[in-house]
């Protein structure tokens, strides 16, 4: 079974470019978690879907962030414009929950490594 | 407000030699624990969770922890440490269903280095 695909792998842009990241989740998954990771940190939450609707994006800055899963399968998480603090791990994860309880663990991708110069 | 502690930056070990990676935690109610690794250049990977029962949960590549409600604590721990088992490890808490849900939230990590 293919775990959760992301892409790119890596991403260097100038400052004030916009970027794009592109998640798979697990198949079947309902729900889908874009984290953020700096370094020598844990991740953090930026937003959640669960099937299309985003039902947790408290912490998704949004003024440059914003974030689209068409059709419930398929998301992109978008920077416009990039600032020089944006540099980290941005992670997706999917999970499949079935009740409110949210007690299933999440499935992680490799992540995309994002440098603002 | 939830919140997790991982007291060590870095746990080194000998190969061979038991492993233990602490984990502390701060729910209102009751917590859903989980332990993650993150291998280089890596995605993280669930090693094992508590949500309810028995206190000592078993998970993968030999891993164990021990959930501990009266020390709020949840620490990893394997008998055996292999080389192999070098990586970042991740503890993480979520406050259990009171009729809304609970992000995860996660600590900052702690890097397991088993020597030879």
């Known amino acids: 079974e293919a775990g959760v695909v992301q892409s790119p792998r890596y991403k260097i842009i100038e400052k004030k470019q916009p970027v794009a990241f592109w998640c798979n989740p697990i198949s079947g998954h309902n729900t889908l978690y874009w984290y953020l990771q700096n370094l020598g940190q844990g991740p953090e939450l930026l937003i959640r879907y669960e099937n299309e609707e985003a039902v947790d994006d408290s912490q998704l800055p949004k003024d440059r962030f914003s974030a689209e899963r068409l059709k419930g399968v398929d998301s992109t998480l978008k920077i416009q414009p990039a600032e020089l603090g944006d540099s980290a791990v941005y992670l997706c994860?999917?999970?499949?929950?079935?009740?409110?309880?949210?007690?299933?663990?999440?499935?992680f991708g490799p992540g995309t490594r994002l440098t603002v110069l | 407000a939830q919140s997790v502690a991982q007291p060590e930056d870095q746990v080194n070990v000998a190969e061979g030699n038991p492993l233990t990676v602490k984990c502390t935690y701060s729910?209102?109610?009751?917590?859903?624990l989980f332990w993650y690794v993150q291998y280089p250049n890596r995605g993280l990977q669930f090693l094992l969770k508590?949500?309810?029962?028995?206190?000592l949960v078993k998970g993968s590549y030999g891993f164990e922890a021990e959930f501990n409600k009266s020390q709020t604590s949840f620490h990893l721990k394997k008998p055996s440490a292999l080389v192999s088992d070098s990586a970042l490890y991740f503890c993480a808490v979520r406050e259990g269903f009171s009729g809304g849900y609970n992000k995860l939230i996660f600590g900052a990590g702690t890097r397991l280095a088993v020597h030879p």
């Open positions: 508590y949500i309810t029962g028995d206190n």
């Open positions: 994860a999917s999970s499949l929950e079935v009740d409110p309880t949210g007690n299933n663990e999440q499935f």
């Open positions: 729910v209102s109610g009751n917590p859903y």
